[in-house]
């Protein structure tokens, strides 16, 4: 089946650091890539997603690229934030039947970021 | 545009009482989805649901688990007779039609059994 491997956590850096967490996948087919944000007390939020291999995801300074090649889907920012403290969660959707609307996400286990000043 | 809307936010149960958990989605999505992270473990999907349809349960336990999403009205998780294991948090997430793989979730209901 499906699954989302991301590296164990926590992670702790310091303000302005570079940041990588890894994220790879086992699946059939073609899944579309996530990376949703959780800040504490609050649901998941769409950070950025790609849809095919190759494509490049990316939204308020995160980056993602879909390798095909290597199943991964890494998460990087160049220069972290406090505001950037939070667990982060890679994640794949692929349908349970063949064809139709890929609905199902399956998520890793999420990755703690904190970012010290 | 309010977002996906969960209550309530905590719930303790203990040992064989019921737990309803509900969900707005957000307005104009007509898809709604449940899932369940139990501790240390990303988000499991349960169930997907469509006004008065259910789509796709296939990740829902078969015994004591069910869910609804009538015409009127907010979604809801419904579990009987709840178990020290049920103890998760519920997150909901809706979605758009023709966008079913992009869902914005729920800040969720933490469920705790004593």
């Known amino acids: 089946g499906n699954s989302v491997t991301q590296m164990e956590g926590p992670v702790t850096l310091s303000e302005e650091a570079f940041l990588t967490i890894n994220c790879t996948y086992t699946a059939t087919g073609y899944p579309s890539l996530f990376w949703y944000v959780q800040y504490p007390g609050e649901g998941l939020q769409l950070l950025l997603k790609?849809?095919?291999?190759?494509d490049k995801g990316s939204n308020k300074g995160f980056e993602a690229t879909y390798r095909k090649e290597t199943t991964s889907f890494h998460l990087e920012k160049g220069s972290v934030q406090v505001s950037d403290s939070a667990v982060y969660f890679c994640a794949l959707s692929r349908s349970s039947n063949s064809g139709g609307s890929n609905y199902k996400l399956t998520f890793g286990k999420g990755t703690l970021l904190t970012v010290n000043p | 545009n309010a977002g996906v809307m969960q209550n309530p936010r905590h719930l303790v149960r203990r040992r064989g009482q019921e737990a309803r958990l509900r969900c707005s989605p957000m307005?104009?999505?007509?898809?709604v989805y449940w899932y369940r992270q139990l501790p240390e473990e990303g988000l499991k999907f349960m169930v997907y649901l469509q006004k008065e349809n259910i789509i796709d349960e296939s990740g829902m336990p078969k015994e004591r688990f069910s869910a609804e999403f009538p015409k009127e009205g907010p979604s809801i998780l419904r579990i009987q007779q709840v178990v020290r294991g049920d103890s998760a948090a519920y997150f909901c997430?809706?979605?758009?039609?023709?966008?079913?793989?992009?869902?914005?979730f729920g800040p969720g209901t933490r469920l705790t059994v004593l």
């Open positions: 307005k104009g999505h007509s898809h």
């Open positions: 997430a809706s979605s758009p039609p023709g966008a079913t793989d992009t869902q914005y």
């Open positions: 790609a849809t095919k291999a190759d």
